[in-house]
Structures are given as structure tokens and as C-alpha cells.
């Protein structure tokens, strides 16, 4: 027998949500898909892109707007804030990840 822990799913700003919400992502049927997959500069990294939710998905919502991870990722994103962030160089879906112990400087890339 195997027992496994709960993982805690990522939280989404409500910053985060109000960006889906003016690019119009649930009016072209669309999901903000956060995933983690093996590269970057750091071993790890963020892979974000708008997308159809799949079933096995985790859904987190906000009225219509829809942020997905994937079954693989979720582990990676435990305990993880997602949020809106607007730099100077630019302006990008954040990630807070308290799973990471180190990250690039991008931001994009990160090692557990």
C-alpha cells in the first residue's frame, strides 16, 4: 500500500487573472497553461502559453478565466503564486516558486 501527500495546487493572483481577462483568453476558449519541463539554465523551466484545458488538468478559476497545470507539473508547483508582473523591461506572467532553490535571472529557469 502507498500513500501519497496532498500537493498543495499553485494560487493565481488576482492581477493574474484581471491580464487573461484583457487579452480575452476565455472568449477564444482558452486556458493559461502553466508547465515545467526539463532545460533552461537552471535544469527546469516555466513553460507558459494559452491552451485548451485538458481533463486530467488542475483548474483554478476566476469567473470565466481559467489557469491549467498539468499532472507532471503540478509537483513542481506546489505552494507556487502565479501573478502579473510589469518591469521595465517588459511585462510577463510571474512565477513565485517556494520549490525552488535557485533560479536564473530571466526568471524562466529554475533547479529543485
Known amino acids: 500500500?502507498?500513500?501519497q501527500m496532498p500537493?498543495?495546487?499553485p494560487t493565481v493572483t488576482p492581477r493574474a487573472f484581471e491580464?487573461?481577462?484583457?487579452i480575452g483568453a476565455a472568449a477564444q476558449g482558452k486556458a493559461l497553461r502553466v508547465a515545467v519541463a526539463g532545460g533552461g539554465c537552471?535544469?527546469?523551466?516555466?513553460?507558459?502559453?494559452?491552451?485548451?484545458v485538458r481533463a486530467d488538468d488542475t483548474v483554478l478559476t476566476d469567473g470565466a478565466e481559467t489557469v491549467v497545470?498539468?499532472?507532471?507539473?503540478?509537483?513542481?508547483?506546489?505552494?507556487?503564486?502565479i501573478d502579473f508582473a510589469e518591469e521595465l523591461i517588459g511585462?510577463?506572467?510571474?512565477?513565485d516558486n517556494p520549490n525552488a532553490t535557485?533560479?536564473?535571472g530571466c526568471g524562466t529557469s529554475f533547479s529543485v
Do not use: K
Open 69 to 81: 497545470v498539468d499532472p507532471v507539473s503540478l509537483p513542481f508547483l506546489a505552494g507556487a503564486r
Open 7 to 9: 500537493v498543495v495546487p
Open 19 to 22: 491580464r487573461l481577462r484583457e
Open 102 to 104: 535557485a533560479s536564473c
Open 91 to 95: 511585462s510577463r506572467f510571474a512565477i
Open 42 to 52: 537552471s535544469g527546469f523551466q516555466y513553460e507558459i502559453a494559452l491552451d485548451e
Open 1 to 3: 500500500m502507498s500513500f
